[in-house]
């Protein structure tokens, strides 16, 4: 993803780009650690906070964080931020999620009979996680966009899910044994997509895939190959509104200050009130996750106001000079 100010509807001619910040594509690797995403192939085993745990170990970072756990058994995609690019990995659940799952039906059923339960199950459905999950067990709604048998085998099916994030795979195959009448099992899952990301339009990072590369750029200082494996955060956003700021107004937002529309020099034209938008400076790099409390339309015909709520800020404080000024209280 590039973000490309002509690609916004300019209403600023105040671009200029100063020598502060980093393109968002091209940051040294210090900082690319501290805003960029792995998307990693887990193996089966391990927990997906395991493999956190070692990634941080192995690039030598404190922070890093996971979007979405997988179950040790499972397999596949596990996006993991590092540094302050773990706040942005919310945008993800945004996105839906796919899988593929290896199920057993208890008794064998016609497969007109299967694929009629399938679209049931396509839509809406009332989910209650299972009793080992981390969240509460209250029933809840979620979307079930593609419910495919892609392949049989006696009584086995290959089950491919297009889903909203917190979708209970597992569950999903109990539930549809329930209806069948005949109970079924899942015992083998793979997670394929995340939002934008997929394991066929972008190339997956084994862990020792990982450490290769991290002990290739120690020991030659060369960089291919692990920046190859990691990304920048902005990638994670593609799809999102997007909206553009001055230089100047970069470190008052990092600060604490909201959106006005003085400092706003771009912003997609099809924004809408509430909308979730990203906050980029000119380079191209995320300064937070924002709501929108007025549409396009609004923003272009005012010259004052706040435009965008930030709610959740990712850039580090001081990462560009100081324009603002403090009021001093009155004695």
Request: no cysteine; net charge neutral.
């Given at each position: 993803m590039t973000l490309k100010i002509d690609t916004l509807e300019i209403i600023n001619d105040d671009v200029t780009n100063n020598k502060y910040g980093h393109y968002h594509n091209n940051r040294p690797l210090d900082v690319l650690l501290d805003y960029g995403i792995i998307l990693l192939d887990k193996p089966s085993g391990p927990t997906s906070h395991e493999?956190?745990?070692?990634?941080?170990?192995?690039?030598?970072?404190?922070?890093?964080?996971?979007?979405?756990?997988?179950?040790?058994?499972?397999?596949?995609?596990?996006?993991?931020?590092?540094?302050?690019a773990t706040k942005a990995l919310s945008i993800l659940l945004l996105g839906p999620k796919e899988y593929y799952a290896v199920a057993r039906v208890h008794q064998?059923?016609?497969?007109?009979q299967i694929e009629a339960i399938f679209r049931e199950f396509t839509g809406e459905i009332y989910q209650r996680p299972p009793q080992r999950s981390s969240v509460k067990r209250a029933t809840r709604v979620r979307r079930i966009y593609e419910l495919q048998r892609l392949e049989n085998a006696d009584n086995l099916l290959l089950i491919r899910v297009l889903c909203e994030a917190g979708t209970y795979i597992r569950k999903l195959v109990y539930d549809i044994g329930e209806i069948l009448g005949t109970g079924a099992t899942m015992f083998e899952l793979r997670r394929t997509r995340v939002s934008v990301f997929s394991e066929t339009g972008d190339k997956l990072a084994r862990l020792h895939d990982l450490v290769d590369a991290m002990e290739t750029y120690k020991e030659t200082k060369q960089e291919e190959k692990i920046r190859s494996i990691i990304k920048p955060i902005e990638m994670a956003l593609e799809g999102v509104a997007s909206v553009a700021v001055k230089d100047s107004a970069v470190d008052a937002l990092c600060h604490g200050a909201q959106v006005a529309i003085p400092g706003i020099v771009a912003i997609d034209k099809t924004i809408k009130i509430g909308d979730k938008v990203v906050i980029y400076t000119l380079k191209g790099e995320i300064i937070a996750l924002g709501e929108a409390i007025m549409s396009a339309e609004e923003i272009k015909q005012n010259d004052k106001g706040i435009a965008f709520n930030i709610q959740r800020l990712i850039m580090k404080p001081n990462t560009y000079p100081r324009a603002w000024k403090t009021t001093k209280k009155m004695e």
């Open positions: 493999l956190v745990a070692w990634t941080k170990k192995i690039l030598g970072i404190t922070k890093a964080g996971h979007s979405g756990t997988l179950d040790p058994g499972t397999t596949g995609l596990l996006p993991i931020g590092l540094g302050d064998q059923k016609e497969l007109d």
